[in-house]
C-alpha cells in the first residue's frame, strides 16, 4: 500500500475520489469527489439527511468508507491505523453538540491532546492553551467547567481545543446549529478570524451569510451526492441546478 | 450607585405572600395542604412519638447490655488470642500493631485527599483511643492492650506528617503503603513460623468485625480493577474477549454467593498453583471478590453506555488512541456516573462477609450467634446483641455512603 499519492496536486491538502459510504443498505454517500486546496474555506449545504456530515466525518474517518480514496496532506485513509492516527492530528473537528469533556476544566480540555498525543510539555502546553482562549475571546474562563459556560463559549473552547493540536485543516460540523440566535455571531466571529488567518476550512453550515462572506466555493449535497461546487458567488448569483435553486429559495425564503 | 445621587427611589422588592415563606409556610406547603397530607402528618407524627418513646424506654431501662461487655473484644478479634489459638494468649497485640499500622495509612490518605477522609481517619483514631477507657477491670483488659490502643492518636500524627513532610505523600506511595499495610497486616496476623512472638495462627481462628473488615478491603480493592477490565472486555471488538468476559459476568452473578462459597474451598485450590494458601479465608477472598466483580463490570458497563458517543468521538478526532481515550474520557466519565451503584455494591459486599459463618468462619455476626447458643443464660439478651451487631455494621457503611455522596459533591456530579 502505498501512502504517498503521487498524482495529487500539491495545492490539493483534500482529494476525494468516488467516495462510497453505506450505513447498513442506506447509501450515504454515493460518488463523492471533490478536492480542497490549502488555505481554502468550503462551506458544504444542502437538505439534511444529504449526506454532508457523513462526508467530513468520512474525512478524519469517524466514519470509514466502503470504496474509493481519500487523501489527506498526501496520507490515504486507509485501515492502517499509523494513517488514521497521524491524519486525525492533522485535522481537527469542531462538532454540532461541542462534545468538551465535561470532567476536565477548560484548560485541561486544551491541553489533553498535546499533551498526550504530541508530548508537548506542559507549560508550554498551558502557555498555548491560554493564547488561544485570548484568541477565541474567553481567557478568564480557563479555569471554569465546560458545564459553567455558554453554549457559545463552549463551542468557542472546542475550537481552541482543535487548534491547540495545530492542524492544518479544521472541519466545523454545523457548529452554530446548537446554539441560541444571540450566540451564533460570537462563534461565527471566531470562524471568520480563523478563515482570515489562512486556515483551510471545511464547513457544513447553514448560515448563508456566513458562506457568501467567507467562503471560496460552496458545495451543494444532495442525496448522497455533490450535484454543485463552484465559488460562491456564482454559486449564489447563478445557481445551475434546479435542486440548488429550489433549495436556496427554501432556505433565504 | 453612588451615594447622595438617590434621586429615584429604588423601588421596593415585591416579597411572595406571607403565607409562603417563613416555618409556617414551610408546614402549610408541606405537611398540610390538604386533608389526606393532614391525616398522613397526624398519623405518622403519632407513630413516630410511639416509637421513640417505647424505643428509647426499653434502650434505656429495659435492656441488658450487659451480654455487650461479656462478649466484649471477641466481636473484635473472634477466637484469635485465645489458648487454642496463640497459646499464651500473648497474641493480642498483633491485631493492634495492623490497627496501628492501618491508622497510621488513614493519616496519610488525610494528606493525600483530603475533607471527609480526615473526618473519617480522626473518626477511627478517636475511636480506638476511646476504646483505652474502657470500665473493665485491669484484669480483663491490660494496661498494655490500653496503650496500644491510645497510640492510634500518634499513629495518626506520623502518617499525616510522614505524608505532609516527605515524598512518601505522593499519590503513588500511599497507593504502594495501603497495598504493603494490607499484606503486613496478614502475615502479622498469621504469623512466621520459628520466629519468636510470631507463632502461626490458623486462619480459623481469625474472626470477628476484623475478618469481616479483611474480606471486604480486599474484596472492594481488587473487585473495582477487575470490573472495570471485565466491563472493558465485555465492549471489546474482540469476539473472543467479549465471549469469555460476558460468560464470567453471567455465571458469577448466576448463582447464590452462599453456592458459591460452598463450592470454593473444593474450587479455589484447583485453579490457584500450590504456593497459594489452601484455607477457607483465601477461598472466601477469592470468591467474595469474583462475585462483586461481575456485578462491579454491569454497574461500570451502565456507566459507559451513559456517555454521549461525541465523548469518545471529540477525543478520537483529536488524535487520542483508543486506550487514551478509554483511560482519560471515558471510564472517569463512566466511573463518576455511578458512584452511587458503586458505593452500593461495596456496601453490599461488606454485608455480604458475613455470610462467610457457612464454611465455617466466624465473623462478628457469627460470634454474636454461637455466644447465645452456647450461653443460655444469656439467651434473653438475643435482641441486645443483634441490635448492637447492627449498629456496628451500619456505622461502617454509614461511613460509606457518607465518603460517597461528599466525593460527588467534590466531584459536581449532576451538576455539571
Redesign the interface.
Known sequence: MTTEDQSHEADDIIICRDVHKWFGNFHALRGVTTSVRRGQVVVVIGPSGSGKSTFIRTINRLEYHQRGQIIVDGFEMTDDVRNIDAIRREVGMVFQSFNLFPHLTVMRNITLAPTKVRHVPIAEADAAALELLERVGIPEQADKYPGELSGGQQQRVAIARALAMQPKVMLFDEPTSALDPEMIKEVLDVMRELAASGMTMIVVSHEIGFAKEVADSILMFDEGKVIEERPTSEFFDHPREDRTKAFLSQILG | MVAGQGTTPTPAPVLPPRSEVGAVGWARANLFSSWYNSLLTVIASAAVVLGLWFGLNWVVLDAEWGVIETIGGRFIIGGYNTDQACPGNDCFWRPQAALLMTTALLGMLWVVAGGVVGRIAMAVAAAAALCAFLPYSMERMGLDVRLLLLANLPALGVGWALARYTPVGKPRWVLVTGVSVFLLTVVLLRGIPGVWGLQPVPTLYWGGLTLNLLLAVAGIALSLPLGIALALGRRSDLPIVKLLCVAFIEIFRGVPLITLLFASQHLVPLAFPEAFPRNSLFSAGVVITLFSAAYMAENIRGGLQSL?P??A?????????GW?TTL??SL??AI?NVIPTIVGQFISLFKDTSLVYIIGMVDMVEIGRTFILGNPEYRISTKEVFIFIALVFWAFTYGMSYASRRLEQR??VG??
Open positions: 454521549h461525541g465523548q468521538e471529540a477525543a478520537r478526532a483529536l488524535g487520542l488512541a487514551q482519560l474520557i472517569p466519565q463518576r466531584l459536581g451538576t455539571r
